[in-house]
Each structure stands twice: as structure tokens, then as C-alpha cells.
């Protein structure tokens, strides 16, 4: 059964840094685009970042220039560094990977998996 594991995340005050972690497991053949997306409370979920296989990044607009997003296509594991963290960035973050693996019963799929969600707290 493939799954994403998250890890990385917790409180830090205003201006400090988070790296968060992704790792997919499983029967993997590979994976294609990564990215973290973000739901606040009361809110919807937002892309945070996005990256291809071959690294080709995409950001929104409010994160552009303190956030990176990087993977290691050996390890199926993607990444986002915070930097500069604003209260305003306070959300649960969840990876996002679409991936082909070999399913038992119908061969091989490919398809979209989420993670289960980690806490970033932003003090001010």
C-alpha cells in the first residue's frame, strides 16, 4: 500500500524556519509532481508549492522568495523549507504526490495521494 509520511512541522516564532518532510512508500514505480498545499482554520486548502520530476518549480505568490521546495527522487521524498515564517503562514500543510505504483489486485495505477497533515504554528 503506498502512503505519504509528513514530518517536520511545529511552533516557531515569527521570522524563524521550518523544514518539513514527505516520504512516499510502497510498491512505487515513480512519482511525477510533488507539492504542499495548506489549510488554515476557516479556510480552504491552498497550493503552497509545487515541483516536476525533472525540478521544475512553482510557488504562490505569498510564499515566493521564502519558501523552497526540493525533492530527492531516490529517496521518493519531497521537502519544503520555510524561511521568514509569518503568522499569516499558520495552517496544517499536506504533501501531495502523483504516483504510479503496482496495485495487487488491478496492476498499475496511477494516481494522487495526500498526506495525513502536519501543524505549522506561526507566533507573532
Known amino acids: 500500500q503506498v502512503q505519504l509520511v509528513e514530518s517536520g512541522g511545529g511552533l516557531v516564532q515569527a521570522g524563524g524556519s521550518l523544514r518539513l518532510s514527505c516520504a512516499a512508500s510502497?510498491?512505487?514505480?515513480?512519482?511525477?509532481?510533488m507539492g504542499w498545499y495548506r489549510q488554515a482554520p476557516g479556510k480552504q486548502r491552498e497550493l503552497v508549492a509545487t515541483?516536476?520530476?525533472?525540478?521544475?518549480?512553482n510557488y504562490a505568490d505569498s510564499v515566493k522568495g521564502r519558501f523552497t521546495i526540493s525533492r530527492d527522487n531516490a529517496k521518493n521524498t519531497q521537502y519544503l523549507q520555510m524561511n521568514s515564517l509569518k503568522p499569516e503562514d499558520t495552517a496544517v500543510y499536506y504533501c501531495?504526490?502523483?504516483?504510479?505504483?503496482?496495485?495487487?489486485?488491478?496492476?498499475?495505477?496511477?494516481?494522487?495521494?495526500w498526506g495525513q497533515g502536519t501543524q505549522v504554528t506561526v507566533s507573532s
Open positions: 501531495n504526490a502523483e504516483i504510479k505504483y503496482l496495485d495487487q489486485t488491478m496492476g498499475i495505477i496511477v494516481r494522487g495521494f
Open positions: 515541483i516536476t520530476r525533472a525540478a521544475s518549480t
Open positions: 510502497g510498491n512505487i514505480f515513480s512519482i511525477n509532481a
